[in-house]
């Protein structure tokens, strides 16, 4: 089969848009897989390429003599259906329906090896162009290669990735349920459950109530939970909080203080969850300060790259045995763990169509950044056709 021409949004420099572009795609060579996307999630992670947090503006790149991260299709929170495989891929066959991973598993890299495929060396270069499989590109705009985000670049038509970067699933599951689980559903309850390691009968906090941060407190509802805080400068964030599992809620890490203190006889929280759109550094004093002696603070929200600052008490820590744990991808392998979320939702465990506050077409995704930015969505999601 010849390459493919297909639509994708595309950002050429940090302060810019989305642009839609028609871009050729190559057919897929060995162990690479062509899909066209069904949904994707509007994930505050691509905001982060586009406001410079979390990528590197062309000026600053060629003065420096990096190589440029744009032009770039975004998206990495993705599902779809197979249309056709490329030589020894065994997994996968076409119509086969897929859910993405921005963590592929290579299977032999030492992160792999010692179970946190999450870690997985091959999740190094997102945004570089060039396939996982042998660096070069499949994905072309006006004949100069272009990068894909995560090397998936959900936020277009068709992309041709690597079988390392999807995960079958069961083609009965709505395909807008399997985007929000491959990157905001599996970041926010592996954050609260397997990275906090909540307990049965804690008090859990959580910062920031949008896609991770919804999944941190379903998460924490089904890991038994007693208190369940969920905080939010939003009220009605706060309020659809309780839809998922929060109990109780406060506009800030200060205004939880007290509340927390109160219904822990004084002991602070057992464990704290930060999942906020941008993580500052600054956050982290209070957020020490709410969690008890011997608690966990799990930051899973990104910063900025530039923010290399944060204030805290080192007594917390050597004192009162306090843990600060970062969390990539909730610390969860997505071949395990996609099917073990598509398993709650189906028995209604989880709630993942009431994550989805407004979809978008393609054309629209400019809206639905700017619905992000104005606090309007718990999920956006891109739907095609
Ligand atoms: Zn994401
Ligand atoms: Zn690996």
Not at 47 to 70: I, S
Not at 187 to 204: F, L, M
Not at 301 to 307: E, Q, T
């Amino acid at each position: 089969m010849r390459g493919v021409k297909t639509r994708a949004a595309v950002l050429h420099d940090v302060g810019e848009k989305w642009e839609i572009e028609t871009i050729d795609l190559d057919p897929p060579k060995a162990g690479e897989v062509l899909v066209k996307y069904a949904a994707a999630g509007l994930c505050h992670s691509d905001e982060h390429l586009a406001t410079g947090d979390a990528a590197v503006p062309n000026a600053v790149a060629d003065a420096k003599g990096w190589p440029r991260q744009f032009p770039i299709i975004g998206g990495h929170e993705g599902s779809g259906v197979v249309v056709e495989v490329g030589d020894g891929v065994t997994t996968l066959k076409a119509g086969d329906h897929v859910s993405t991973t921005f963590a592929p598993s290579c299977g032999r890299c030492h992160y792999c090896q010692s179970a946190r495929t999450y870690l997985c060396d091959n999740t190094a270069f997102l945004f570089q162009p060039g396939q996982i499989t042998d660096g070069t590109s499949r994905h072309w705009l006006n004949g100069q290669e272009l990068a894909f985000y995560s090397k998936l670049g959900c936020f277009a038509e068709h992309s041709v990735v690597a079988e390392q970067s999807l995960v079958k699933v069961p083609d009965y599951i709505n395909l807008e349920a399997i985007a929000l689980i491959s990157c905001g559903v599996l970041t926010g309850w592996g954050s609260a459950v397997k990275r906090a390691g909540i307990e049965v009968g804690d008090t859990v906090a959580v910062m920031g109530c949008g896609g991770l941060g919804m999944n941190a407190i379903q998460g924490a509802r089904l890991a038994g939970a007693r208190h369940i805080v969920a905080i939010d400068p939003v009220d009605w964030k706060r309020e659809k909080a309780y839809e998922f599992g929060a109990t109780h809620d406060a506009p800030s890490l200060r205004d939880a203080l007290p509340l927390v203190r109160e219904i822990t006889w004084g002991r602070g929280a057992e464990r704290l969850i930060c999942t906020p759109g941008v993580m500052k550094g600054d956050y982290i004093k209070e957020a020490l300060d709410l969690i008890g002696k011997g608690g966990v603070c799990v930051i899973a929200g990104m910063g900025a790259s530039l923010d290399r600052t944060a204030t805290l008490s080192v007594q917390h820590l050597a004192a009162w045995s306090k843990e600060l744990r970062g969390c990539l991808y909730g610390a969860m392998n997505p071949r395990a763990d996609i099917p073990r979320i598509i398993g709650l939702y189906e028995s209604g465990q989880i709630k993942l169509d009431e994550l989805i506050t407004r979809r978008y077409s393609l054309d629209d995704i400019n809206q639905g950044y700017e619905d992000l930015r104005n606090d309007r969505n718990v999920r956006g999601v891109l739907v095609f056709d």
